[in-house]
């Protein structure tokens, strides 16, 4: 067997255990990572085999069988990470210039945070409507597929820290005043917190979603999916571009993390926003 053979093969006993890891997944969970992108699932599975100790997918498939804990850290690995408030100042501002200004014209808006990157993103786009005078009649439906990490939401809370290091930015994307008068300081597992206020927590509907096999829930306003899109394969990217059509009302907005190609479904029927990230109008 010479060095190309052998790479070969070792390549393919890799493509057989991501497979059978992603089958286990599955058949054990009902989570189905089967149709993403692979080359975006090999990065986070060796994340995930080197914070485990694992030498192999299938020892890493061992561990997440048997051991609870090895396998919610699995798919914790596998979902949206986490982003922090105000990640990204250019994308607050588009949610100032943008996506407010088309929300004041619905009597009760909806808005979908799509497969959401947690508290940071979802908590950072209810602060900039309430400065924007639009979160008195708005809903925020955000979902995650992982229940586990819905029912972190619910009472998740930031270090004073994060909260510390978001307030620059909070300003260089428009914000008006102090951040921290967004937030109730308390107690944490881990000391003192920050928890967004109640009345707009409030405004905040987390839930257990899955773009890969749900179907459309509601009719929004507002579409975001700014994490998720580089994780799919090209069927399953479709897939869910048509479920966000589905679900997105007529000169509704839609913001995503890939441009749309022509050759994307529904292409023809969006008008393209010019900003930080991939910004539509639906017009047809």
Known sequence: MNA????????????????????????RFGYDFRAYDRAALRAKLNQAMREGGASTLSGLQERALHDPRAASSLLRALSVAPSPLFDCVGHASRLRG??????????????????????????????????EGVMGKLDIHATLANEELVAQMHDA??????????RQRHLDSGGRGDLLSFFEIGD???GKCARLRADLRRRITWSQYSLVTDASFNEFQAILCCHALGDFGPVLRQRVLRLFHDSLARFGVLCLDRTLSV?????GTYQAIEGDRPWYKRVG
């Open 4 to 27: 190309w053979t052998g790479l070969a093969a070792g390549l393919a006993i890799e493509e057989l255990e991501t497979e059978l890891l992603l089958e286990a997944i599955f058949q």
């Open 157 to 166: 809370c930031l270090p004073l820290a994060e909260l510390e290091e978001a």
């Open 188 to 190: 944490g597992p881990d």
């Open 263 to 267: 050759a994307d479904a529904y292409a």
């Open 98 to 131: 943008v996506l407010a200004p088309s929300l004041r014209g619905w009597p009760v808006p909806r808005v979908w945070l799509a497969d959401c990157a947690g508290v940071g993103e979802a908590w950072t786009l209810a602060i900039v409507l309430a400065e």
